[in-house]
């Protein structure tokens, strides 16, 4: 092989792993945007706030309420708190693989939680908190290990408090006060050791709690 036919081919090569690359990119990138227009299909945005911004002309990364990575421009976070927005909360956003971050508190959202969003392996800040949520909260949230604040308080959350939240081995803030839950809370919760703030306030729920469990309750 002459030292011309290697150059060619090396070049080849490049540019063939340059358009794989781009593609990837691309495809990545669009399949974030079929997730979030799925989303935005799904709900009712009486402020139009979505149904000007969130089109397909311009990069997600431009939407309001998205933020991107720097580097690879898949979306790590969504911030949707406010929006006045009303609807359920597709199972579609369980593909949004590279989240951080998930926030839509204060909305009208209602149904029950997707177990899809258990998919979310990187997910490290979850709020959901002033909804109308219900339903059981599913025991898919375990899977959440990353997870360092959950805040689901003022939903219409019912039935137990599952045991798999026990794998929550990062949780910091756990906030589900003023829900309908019932029944035991499992003891195995207390042993999450960075486990800071834990607010099960106006449930239902028996066990014995520390004391000051309540003392935190003005955290939303
Ligand atoms: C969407 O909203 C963002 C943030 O407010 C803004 O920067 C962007 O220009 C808007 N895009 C369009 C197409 O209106
Ligand atoms: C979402 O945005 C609001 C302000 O618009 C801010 O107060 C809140 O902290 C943000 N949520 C997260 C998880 O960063
Ligand atoms: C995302 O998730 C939904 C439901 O969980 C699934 O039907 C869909 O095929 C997935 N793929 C994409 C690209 O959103
Ligand atoms: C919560 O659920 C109860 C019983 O299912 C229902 O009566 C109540 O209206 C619900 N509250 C909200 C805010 O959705
Ligand atoms: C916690 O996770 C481990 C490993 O993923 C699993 O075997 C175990 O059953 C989980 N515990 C609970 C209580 O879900």
């Given at each position: ?126 709020r959901?908190s ?21 805040k689901m ?22 906030n ?45």
């Open positions: 092989m002459n030292y011309n036919t290697c150059f060619h081919l090396l070049l080849a090569l490049f540019i063939s792993c340059s358009i794989l690359c781009l593609a990837m990119t691309v495809r990545n990138l669009n399949s974030d945007q079929f997730v979030l227009l799925e989303f935005k299909d799904h709900i009712a945005d009486p402020q139009n706030v979505l149904a000007n911004n969130w089109t397909a002309s311009t990069s997600v990364c431009n939407w309001i309420g998205v933020s991107c990575g720097i580097l690879h421009k898949r979306v790590i976070a969504l911030n949707l708190t406010s929006m006045n927005l009303r609807g359920t909360i597709p199972p579609h956003l369980g593909n949004l693989s590279f989240l951080l971050s998930l926030d839509l508190s204060s909305n009208h959202f209602y149904g029950h939680l997707p177990k899809e969003l258990g998919q979310l392996h990187r997910l490290r800040t979850f959901l002033y909804n109308r949520l219900n339903g059981e909260i599913s025991s898919c949230l375990g899977n959440l290990q990353r997870v360092r604040r959950l308080k003022n939903n219409n959350f019912t039935g137990t408090l599952p045991e798999t939240l026990v794998n929550m081995s990062n949780l910091e803030i756990l589900l006060g003023f829900n309908q839950l019932s029944g035991q809370v499992p003891s195995s919760i207390f042993k999450i050791s960075s486990l800071k703030i834990i607010d099960l306030c106006s449930n239902s729920l028996s066990g014995s709690l520390p004391n000051d469990m309540c003392r935190t309750s003005s955290q939303a």
